[in-house]
C-alpha cells in the first residue's frame, strides 16, 4: 500500500520524467563509449553455396515464432506521446514479425486513464511477442498487474542503479531488490527477464541473479542511449561528465555473461544499431538483440530510414548478408561462427580472465 500512495503522490512527475527521456534520448548523442562492435570481426567467406533467399533468420522467442532475433526495447507508456509511439511500435513490430516491450507501466496501475497508453500495443498487435516492464523493485502485485495489462508473454525487471543514483529524485535504498526479484520470478505466469538500461552485467551480477532463479537477461550495455548523460543533464546541479563514461560495454557484457557458463538466454541491446552489429551479437553468444533509440529514431522520421518498417527490414537484410557471408545458413549456425577480438573489448576479456 505504500508502495500504491507514493506513486499516486508522483505520477504527475513521472509523466514529466519519461516527456524529457524522450525528448533527450533524441536530442543527445550515444556515446562516449562505444559498444564495442567496432573490436569484433567475423572471418569474410569469399566462395559461397547459398542464396540469399534461403538465409533463415526466424526464432523461436517465448514460445512464439519471429521472423528475426530482434526486440523493440523498452521505451514510453504514460503520456500521449507515449500512447502514439507505442501504437507505431507495435504496428511495426506486428508488420515485420519481430518483439516489442513497452516501456516502464507503474505509472498506470492506479490511474485507468493511462492504461489504454500502454495496452495500445495489443490492438495492433494481437499475436505477437509483447513484453512488460516495470522496475525491479515493485511489489508483485504490480509485476502481476503490469502483465495483465498488456496480456504481455514476459516481463521485463529493470534495474538501473546507476540511473537512479544519476537522477536527483532517484532511488537510494536497493536492498530488497534481490530478494523481490526471486518473489516476481515465483508468482510470475510468464517468463521473467532481468534488464539493464546502459550500464551492462557483469559475470558476478549474473551469477548473483542465476542465484536468485533468473534464467533470461537483457544485458543493455554501454555504448548506446546514455541515461547518465540524460539523468544528469536534468539535474539542478549536475555532476561531472566522467559518469558518461560509465558501465560495460554491450560486446563486453555479452563475454560477462557467457564467461559464466550458465545456459542462460541473453537478449543483447545498447548502442548496437545495424544488422551487422546485431549478427556480431548473435555470434558472440546472444539469442535476441535489442535496440530502442535506433527504432524510437525511426518512429519520429530522424533516421536515415523511410519508416519504422523499413528500418527493421533493413537491419534483417543486414543480418541475411552477413551471415551469407560467413556461410551460415541460420541463426543456430551463425552463433558458431568464429569471430576476431581485438582492441578494448579483447583488453577487457583478457583482463578480466573471461574464457
Ligand atoms: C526514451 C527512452 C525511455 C526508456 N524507458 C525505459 C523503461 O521505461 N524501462 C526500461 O527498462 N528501459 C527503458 N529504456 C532503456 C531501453 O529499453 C534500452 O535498454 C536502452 O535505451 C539501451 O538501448 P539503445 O542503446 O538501443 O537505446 C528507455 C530508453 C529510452 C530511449
Not at 505466469?189 to 551480477?205: A, L, Q
Not at 552477413?322 to 569471430?339: E, F, S, Y
Request: charged share 20%; with cysteine; glycine share 8%.
Amino acid at each position: 500500500m505504500t508502495y500504491l500512495k507514493k506513486i499516486k503522490t508522483t505520477n504527475s512527475l513521472r509523466q514529466q520524467r519519461k516527456e524529457e527521456h524522450l525528448k533527450m534520448a533524441l536530442s543527445l548523442k550515444t556515446g562516449p563509449k562505444c559498444a564495442g562492435f567496432e573490436d569484433v570481426e567475423f572471418v569474410h567467406q569469399a566462395l559461397s553455396n547459398h542464396s540469399l533467399d534461403d538465409i533463415n533468420t526466424s526464432t523461436c522467442f517465448l514460445g512464439k515464432e519471429l521472423k528475426a532475433p530482434f526486440l523493440i526495447e523498452a521505451i514510453t507508456g504514460g503520456t500521449l506521446k507515449g500512447k502514439e509511439i507505442n501504437k507505431a511500435l507495435a504496428k511495426g513490430a506486428f508488420e515485420t514479425g519481430i518483439a516489442m516491450a513497452v516501456g516502464s507501466q507503474t505509472i498506470a496501475i492506479e490511474d485507468p486513464s493511462i492504461r489504454e497508453t500502454f495496452s495500445v500495443v495489443r490492438e495492433y498487435n494481437p499475436h505477437g511477442v509483447i513484453l512488460a516492464n516495470v522496475s525491479a523493485n515493485v511489489p508483485v502485485e504490480i509485476a502481476l498487474a503490469a502483465i495483465d495489462m498488456i496480456k504481455a508473454d514476459g516481463i521485463q525487471l529493470h534495474l538501473n542503479l546507476a540511473q537512479e543514483l544519476l537522477m536527483e529524485e532517484g532511488d537510494r535504498d536497493f536492498r530488497q531488490t534481490g530478494k523481490n526479484i526471486a518473489a516476481i520470478i515465483k508468482d510470475s505466469p510468464v517468463p521473467v527477464i532481468v534488464k539493464e538500461v546502459g550500464f551492462g552485467f557483469s559475470k558476478e551480477t549474473v551469477l548473483e541473479l542465476w542465484g536468485l532463479g533468473v534464467k533470461l537477461l537483457d544485458l543493455g550495455g554501454a555504448g548506446g542511449t546514455n541515461f547518465a548523460a540524460i539523468e544528469n543533464s536534468r539535474r539542478s546541479r549536475p555532476l561531472s561528465t566522467d559518469w558518461y563514461q560509465w558501465g560495460i560495454p554491450t560486446a563486453a557484457s555479452i563475454l560477462e555473461c557467457k564467461a559464466t557458463k550458465l545456459p542462460i538466454s541473453i537478449i543483447a541491446s545498447g548502442g548496437i544499431n545495424n544488422g551487422i552489429n546485431a549478427a556480431k551479437a548473435l555470434a558472440l553468444g546472444a539469442h535476441m538483440v535489442g535496440a530502442a533509440t535506433p527504432f524510437l529514431k525511426s518512429v519520429e522520421g530522424l533516421s536515415q530510414f523511410n519508416s519504422l518498417n523499413d528500418a527493421i527490414n533493413t537491419w534483417r537484410l543486414e543480418l541475411e548478408m552477413t551471415m551469407l557471408l560467413v556461410g551460415a545458413k541460420n541463426i543456430q549456425d551463425l552463433r558458431k561462427k568464429p569471430l576476431l577480438l581485438t582492441g578494448a573489448t579483447k583488453a577487457w576479456q583478457d583482463s578480466r580472465k573471461l574464457k
